[in-house]
């Protein structure tokens, strides 16, 4: 069983900085999708940020220029770094995996770790 562990979230003021971690229990270069998901109190999940296998990564429009993800294939982890930190930035970050085995599609997510930005 794959196990995701976030970690890094924290307080904040609006403007400043965080990276978040997932560190993946299996070697990251077997999975399809890496990406980084939150969700603020009221709202769905939504996308913040992906990476592939092969390094393409994509943005939600909200976080463009002012987050990046990457990946460490050594030290099996993904990173969100997080700059430019808006109090709407608020909310659970979640870290997501997929993994495709003989047609079949595997989705892992971690616990979450939550980000505070005030205002």
């Known amino acids: 069983q794959v196990q995701l562990v976030e970690s890094g979230g924290g307080l904040v003021q609006a403007g400043g900085s965080l990276r978040v971690s997932c560190a993946a229990s299996s070697r990251i270069f077997s999975f399809s999708v890496m990406g980084w998901y939150r969700q603020a109190p009221g709202k769905q999940r939504e996308s913040v940020a992906t990476?592939?296998?092969?390094?393409?990564?994509d943005y939600a429009d909200s976080v463009k220029g002012r987050f990046t993800i990457s990946k460490d294939n050594a030290k099996n982890t993904v990173y969100l770094q997080m700059n430019g930190l808006k109090p709407e930035d608020t909310a659970v970050y979640y870290c997501?995996?997929?993994?495709?085995?003989?047609?079949?599609?595997?989705?892992?997510w971690g616990q979450g770790t939550q980000v505070t930005v005030s205002s």
């Open positions: 990476i592939t296998s092969g390094g393409p990564t």
């Open positions: 997501y995996a997929r993994a495709v085995h003989e047609g079949f599609r595997y989705d892992y």
